[in-house]
């Protein structure tokens, strides 16, 4: 099932204007949030549902898809600068809060997330062009194409940007520079010929005022939906995990209130829930 981060409306915020949004859960038959980010104490700590899966030692493949994302390209600076952030963001206190978090795992089993490197397998950048319009399809697509030049890894999650000159689609709702604006990422999986489930997400790029603070970087601003979406598919990898009664995620429920920030090493990184202090911090 999809986790797709949805814009509901923009709120101005200490001179800054942010998106506010929420990630749903589609087709995962447990409560859709309200049209409401943050606010995640009237929702209560998350609660683990019984057999729900988790990623205990994650990695996270980054593809780059497009010429100007590779060497000599015009953001080829934004994708090595996302490189720097992913090297380092898994022995961070910002990724250390979803230790408190455990569950199923399919390839280690039950226990505790852990912290540590999140690099395994090599990242990609491909210099095909997408197309304008990248579906959830065209992503799952190119995820195969990965997978079937370097072999899976079903502790990973393969996070696929697109360039300026596209956008992602998820029926009729966009993300920045389609038609429709409504979501700046998600992530989600699919089961795979094996029958196991190869975990996604799709980080378009954060051009529009609806999915970036004013005064950050375009690639600080992804870093913030790359910390967000990670998390999330690492607490709640298939959506049947960690959530509130609401139906918030982790991450959900911390975002864009309080302010996403500049953290270790000077990359963007939002809030995470803490269920130890029943409130969103920073780290832990």
């Known amino acids: 099932m999809k986790k797709v981060l949805i814009v509901m409306f923009a709120l101005a ?13 589609i087709g995962n038959g447990h409560a859709h949030p309200s049209n409401k980010a943050g606010g995640g104490s009237t929702g209560g700590n998350l609660s683990y549902h019984t057999g729900g899966s988790v990623i205990r030692n994650a990695n996270v493949v980054l593809i780059f898809w497009g010429p100007r994302f590779a060497s000599g390209g015009a953001d080829n600076g934004y994708a090595t600068q996302i490189q720097a952030f992913r090297n380092q963001f898994g022995t961070t ?15 280690s089993g ?26 959830d399809a065209i992503v799952q697509s190119e995820v195969k194409a990965y997978i079937a030049g370097h072999g899976v890894d ?17 029926g009729s709702s966009t993300s920045c520079g389609g038609p429709s604006l409504s979501y700046c990422a998600y992530h989600s999986n699919y089961t795979d010929g094996a029958g196991k489930r190869v975990k996604y997400s799709i980080e378009p ?13 375009t690639a600080q601003n992804q870093e913030h939906f790359v910390c967000h979406e990670t998390r999330e598919a690492v607490t709640d990898a298939l959506g049947n995990a960690w959530f509130d009664r609401r139906g918030y995620e ?14 270790t090493g000077g990359f963007g990184y939002q809030y995470e829930w803490s269920n130890a202090t029943a409130t969103c911090v920073k780290t832990r």
């Open 110 to 135: 039950y226990g505790n997330i852990a912290t540590g490197s999140l690099v395994n397998q090599a990242d990609w950048f491909d210099t095909t062009n997408p197309p304008t319009n990248v579906t």
């Open 93 to 107: 206190g910002e990724y250390n809060t979803v230790t408190q978090y455990y569950g199923e795992d399919a390839v």
């Open 205 to 217: 790029w954060p051009g529009c005022s609806g999915c970036s603070v004013t005064g950050w970087t």
């Open 250 to 263: 982790a991450d959900d429920k911390c975002a864009w209130s309080p302010a996403p920030f500049i953290g």
């Open 13 to 25: 915020l200490t001179g800054a204007a942010y998106a506010q949004q929420v990630e749903l859960a």
């Open 154 to 170: 079903y502790n990973a999650i393969y996070e696929v940007f697109t360039p300026s000159t596209s956008y992602s689609s998820d």
